[in-house]
């Protein structure tokens, strides 16, 4: 998906990997949290939205570099865009990104896995560093949920089979291995399919209707996928 430029994207290197930042990124989580930072009690609502976005962007931009990390050790270079709730690493070139099925289930593993070791690090400081008083400035407890949730749920969630979550990748990588790429890929997306369908309905019936909403637009998607793939063989 190529996004164009707005002006306002922040661009910077980290290990010598691009990242750019898209202005709908901090737009994004600005909604995400707007809404609840009020209720917090200690420390300033505006300090606290700021922390918590700070705490989506690296634990966004850590996921991504699990990515890129997995994608250099198999000699692809990559670039990393931030965009609206999410982001993506891609290749831009080195050996190229052949497909190749345990390359393919390792990338897509290593984004969630960069979160875990994330949401155990944040957990292990938690446990151990001495406890920080309630002050006028910033919510250490909020700041610290939303770095565990983040990077539990988050992770956890993107592992389900479902078409592009990088666990839709996971799958697709064994289908392919299975039947070879064009059956692979045609019971991925049945997978994704039947999977996102059935989560969208229990969103919904639990009234989460954002989520329920993006499982449905997806599994569109997937559904169109599947269309244009079955007139190949
Ligand atoms: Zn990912």
């Known amino acids: 998906m190529p996004i164009n430029d707005t002006g306002y994207e922040i661009r910077f290197r980290i290990f010598g990997i691009p990242v750019t930042v898209h202005p709908f990124f901090w737009l994004a989580s600005l909604i995400l ?12 609502p505006i300090l606290n939205l700021v922390g918590m976005m700070a705490v989506v962007f690296i634990s966004i931009l850590v996921h991504e ?4 990390a997995m994608m250099a050790w198999f000699r692809i270079r990559s670039e990393i865009v931030l965009y609206a709730m999410g982001g993506y690493a891609r290749s831009t070139g080195g050996r190229g990104f052949n497909r190749g099925l345990w390359d393919q289930v390792l990338i897509a593993f290593a984004g969630p896995l960069a979160q ?37 749920v988050w992770p956890l969630l993107n592992l389900l089979p479902i078409l592009p979550l990088d666990g839709g990748q996971i799958c697709q990588g064994f289908t392919r291995m299975i039947q070879g790429q064009y059956r692979g890929d045609v019971t991925a997306l049945w997978i994704s399919i039947i999977t996102g369908g059935v989560l969208a309905v229990l969103a919904i019936q639990n009234r989460i209707y954002f989520g329920g909403i993006f499982l449905i637009y997806i599994t569109i998607q997937n559904f169109q996928s599947l269309d244009q793939r079955s007139g190949r063989w």
């Open 33 to 44: 949290f707007g809404g609840d930072v009020v209720s917090i009690r200690d420390g300033h």
């Open 116 to 152: 875990f070791v994330l949401f155990g690090v944040v957990w292990l400081v938690v446990r151990y560093a001495p406890p920080i008083p309630p002050n006028s400035y910033l919510s250490y407890d909020a700041v610290i949920f939303v770095a565990l949730y983040c990077n539990f």
């Open 65 to 68: 570099l699990g990515h890129s």
